[in-house]
């Protein structure tokens, strides 16, 4: 059974750059959330999708956004990079309809903005 | 009000011994209590999870104690072994609002032979 994977793994982009990054959630698995972990802090919420669409939101920029795709992978693109975007950036699989929404984590993929 | 708060920031435990992280919580409608390890260059894992109806989980090594009239919870470590180092999180949310999880700031724990 796979569990949630990541591409790419690592990622350096110039400030003012766009990025792309993938996930593909665990098998079974309908709900996609991506969070943003800083260095020595814990993850941070930036939106969840399902049935293709944004359900929820933290509180990021319009800079960040994303996409569902109707085999339940998911894509986060950020805009106009800044320097403070670096980051490992996490995504989370759930299935709705399934209290309590256990979420299970990929590997994540470490942007550095130079 | 959407913080959770974590504690210690780090914790050295000896190899046997027992590991105590704590967290505390203001709102009141956060429903669904998860901790996550996380080891270097890795996302996190769910260890164990507690509804706030149930005052205490345990799951192996691993025991979550709830106390709901105080807003805290806690995560114990039995026997620690050296396999246990790694950031432990915990983390909260509400689940008819879709399990958006707030985390704590993690807890390093370096468990010595």
């Known amino acids: 059974d796979a569990g949630v994977t990541q591409s790419p793994t690592h990622l350096i982009k110039t400030r003012g750059q766009q990025v792309t990054l993938r996930c593909s959630p665990k098998?079974?698995?309908?709900?996609v959330s991506w969070y943003q972990q800083a260095l020595g802090q814990g993850p941070q919420f930036i939106f969840q999708?399902?049935?293709?669409?944004?359900?929820q939101r933290g509180n990021f920029p319009d800079r960040f956004s994303g996409h569902q795709f109707p085999n339940y992978s998911s894509e986060l693109n950020v805009n106009a990079l800044l320097l403070g975007d670096s980051a490992l950036y996490l995504c989370?699989?759930?299935?709705?309809?399934?209290?309590?929404?256990?979420?299970?984590f990929g590997p994540g993929t470490r942007l550095t903005v130079t | 009000q959407q913080q959770v708060k974590q504690s210690p920031q780090s914790l050295i435990v000896q190899k046997g011994g027992i590991s105590i992280i704590n967290c505390a919580y203001e709102n009141t409608a956060f429903d669904y209590f998860p901790w996550y390890q996380q080891f270097p260059g890795k996302g996190p894992a769910l260890l164990i999870a507690i509804r706030p109806d149930v005052s205490e989980k345990k799951e192996g090594r691993f025991t979550i104690s709830f106390n709901k009239s105080a807003k805290q919870f806690s995560l114990h470590i039995m026997d620690s072994q050296p396999g246990d180092s790694a950031t432990y999180f915990c983390?909260?949310?509400?689940?008819?609002?879709?399990?958006?999880?707030?985390f704590g700031q993690g807890t390093e724990l370096s468990v010595k032979p």
């Open positions: 999708y399902y049935e293709e669409e944004e359900r």
């Open positions: 989370a699989s759930s299935l709705v309809g399934r209290g309590p929404y256990e979420q299970y």
């Open positions: 098998s079974g698995h309908d709900t």
């Open positions: 983390a909260a949310s509400i689940r008819s609002q879709g399990g958006k999880l707030i």
